[in-house]
């Protein structure tokens, strides 16, 4: 029978794309990429192996960590400061004698009364206004304060090698029942042969007498520099004298091989370590000068503190 849809004289009809529609769920042949689908679906259909998507996958990973690493970092800081303070006062405690195994760490750092000192006067300058900083014992930061280009000095005549000095550190008083002075911790720093030794000394109500002296920050070499952790070596300070004439003379404390003078004046430098024993012998000779706190500690030894 005749075609009904076509006109006498007409031929074929034309074919167009929406007669026959092409099957888009068909995947694409190997080697090639889907067209459309947006830059995402173009980019995971890249080859693995292509150059452009292993640098953008890398930027994406670093980007991703970083994120976590500084979110963690955030979050955690409050955290590291507390331990921060808690490690700092249990290395005063022990400076002091008073730390043992189980000790309520916050409950025994109470008795300290801490106080922050003008190291050139030996005065202290609680509550001070120090251009626009209050200087508050409790929230005094030794160490930033040595970096404050308005609290600290560069230093010409350098020992201790500690490049500029904070005009005003935190020092620490224990005191008897009787409110009479037990103990001043003073903190000291200086370089060693890597690293710059962070700690504390003790000094009796004399002011003349040690009572101990411990480090709680350094990166010395292990079993030779970082022996200034030895029980054995820190023992050795106990009872040892700053200056000669119970006080009054000259600046006789000395780390070294041989006394250069009595025995109450000299530590036995640690063996193997002549750089890290020259280090602690520098930082102790000038923190406690007149340049350090010779002017504090005179003080203590008049009675007035």
Not at 20 to 31: H, I, M, S, T
Request: hydrophobic content about 40%.
């Amino acid at each position: 029978m005749p075609d009904k849809d076509k006109q006498p004289g007409q031929g074929e009809a034309e074919f167009t794309p929406e007669m026959n529609p092409p099957d888009r769920d068909l995947p694409a042949p190997e080697g090639e990429l889907v067209q459309g689908g947006g830059f995402l679906r173009r980019f995971l259909d890249t080859p693995a192996d292509n150059t452009v998507k292993t640098v953008i996958v890398a930027l994406g990973l670093c980007l991703v960590a970083s994120m976590v690493v500084s979110a963690a970092a955030v979050s955690l800081r409050p955290l590291q400061e507390k331990n921060a303070a808690l490690d700092k006062q249990v290395n005063i405690l022990q400076v002091a004698g008073l730390y043992e195994d189980g000790t309520d760490v916050a409950e025994a750092f109470e008795q300290f009364e801490p106080h922050v000192l003008k190291l050139e006067t030996g005065e202290f300058a609680d509550g001070e206004n120090v251009e626009g900083q209050l200087l508050d014992p409790l929230t005094f930061d030794d160490r930033a304060a040595a970096e404050d280009l308005t609290l600290s000095a560069p230093l010409d005549d350098d020992p201790a090698s500690i490049g500029r000095q904070a005009n005003y550190v935190t020092v620490y008083l224990l005191r008897n029942a009787d409110g009479s002075l037990d103990k001043v911790v003073l903190p000291v720093y200086g370089y060693g042969l890597w690293s710059t030794l962070y700690g504390f000394m003790a000094i009796e109500e004399d002011g003349n007498t040690i009572y101990g002296l411990q480090f709680y920050e350094h990166a010395e070499t292990p079993g030779l520099g970082a022996e200034v952790d030895n029980p054995r070596w820190k023992a050795l300070w106990r009872g040892k004298e700053l200056r000669t004439e119970d006080g009054a003379g000259e600046l006789a404390i000395t780390v070294a091989k041989t006394p250069p003078q009595g025995q109450e004046y000299f530590v036995d430098a640690l063996s193997g370590a002549t750089l890290t024993s020259r280090g602690v012998d520098n930082l102790v000779r000038f923190w406690m000068s007149e340049r350090g706190f010779e002017p504090f500690l005179e003080r203590v030894r008049a009675g007035d503190i």
